[in-house]
């Protein structure tokens, strides 16, 4: 790895949990990387309440995102070392340190030092909702907003899914997810609908590269990384998608001309969660 920045384009993603990042945003980073950009992902927790909760889960699946990441070609990988939430509806049942838990100021501030160490020109996280309503998304979410307020990050994006588009293919992960979770964080629906996203992102031409992201999380994913859509994963996985706020960067760039949106700041944002 390298510190010197090419273009002068340092992106940063905030993700709950190893898996996300290649999931819902492999294809975007590999682009970036490829481009010159430097990219850092940064976990909120390590998963420690993952497929195959217990002793020790939490060391590999920290093994597994650094795995993921070299083949995405991220730069850095942080860890904020805050604990999984899981899906206790009932805050007495979450664990100690739990990411959902932590204050907003808190967890934002330690975000917000690594957006001015970085001289970030773009922050990533989710989307209000936390695409599927997991309570470590939604608070990754409010903490990725207050960040970049704090850093004076001039842009920002959400992370989400067309959920209009995928009426069209087979059910994506995060629809799937979206069953698990509801009712916990008050999100109406997983996603967001076409007219909100800003940037829609092809992300077919690496679509190896974030197949294989997503099967070095082997613990998570161990049989089948196209997550049942098989020859159909290029339709459910091969787009990415964003609402920004603030004005263009290079990530627009990768996007086709037709579908980014202009310079916007959704109401309420940011923190809309």
Do not use: N
């Not at 510190?3 to 992106?11: A, N």
């Not at 002793?55 to 805050?82: I, N, Q, S, Y």
């Not at 959920?163 to 964080?185: K, N, P, T």
């Amino acid at each position: 790895m390298t510190d010197q920045l090419i273009d002068g384009d340092t992106f940063v993603f905030l993700h709950a949990h190893p898996d996300d990042e290649a999931i819902f945003t492999g294809g975007t980073i590999a682009l970036l990387s490829a481009s010159g950009a430097r990219v850092v992902v940064v976990f909120a927790t390590s998963g420690e309440l993952g497929l195959g909760a217990g002793p020790g889960l939490g060391d590999t699946r920290r093994t597994e995102a650094r795995d993921a990441c070299a083949v995405l070609g991220v730069e850095r990988v942080v860890f904020l070392d805050h604990h999984d939430t899981g899906l206790a509806v009932d805050r007495r049942d979450q664990p100690w340190g739990a990411f959902a838990g932590v204050t907003v100021e808190a967890a934002a501030e330690q975000l917000a030092d690594i957006l001015r160490e970085e001289g970030a020109s773009g922050l990533v996280t989710y989307d209000a909702g936390g695409v599927y309503g997991h309570p470590d998304h939604v608070q990754a979410h409010a903490v990725g907003g207050e960040a970049a307020a704090r850093a004076g990050l001039g842009t920002w994006y959400e992370v989400t899914v067309d959920r209009e588009y995928l009426h069209f293919v087979d059910a994506h992960v995060a629809a799937m997810a979206g069953g698990s979770a509801a009712g916990l964080s008050g999100a109406d629906a997983v996603g967001a609908t076409s007219v909100e996203i800003s940037t829609m992102i092809d992300v077919r031409p690496v679509l190896a590269s974030k197949l294989g992201a997503i099967a070095a999380h082997r613990s998570q994913v161990p049989d089948d990384p196209t997550f049942g859509s098989g020859d159909g994963f290029a339709d459910v996985y091969g787009y990415e998608w964003f609402i920004r706020h603030g004005t263009p960067t290079a990530l627009d760039a990768l996007a086709p001309a037709a579908r980014v949106g202009a310079s916007q700041s959704v109401a309420g944002a940011p923190g809309r969660g």
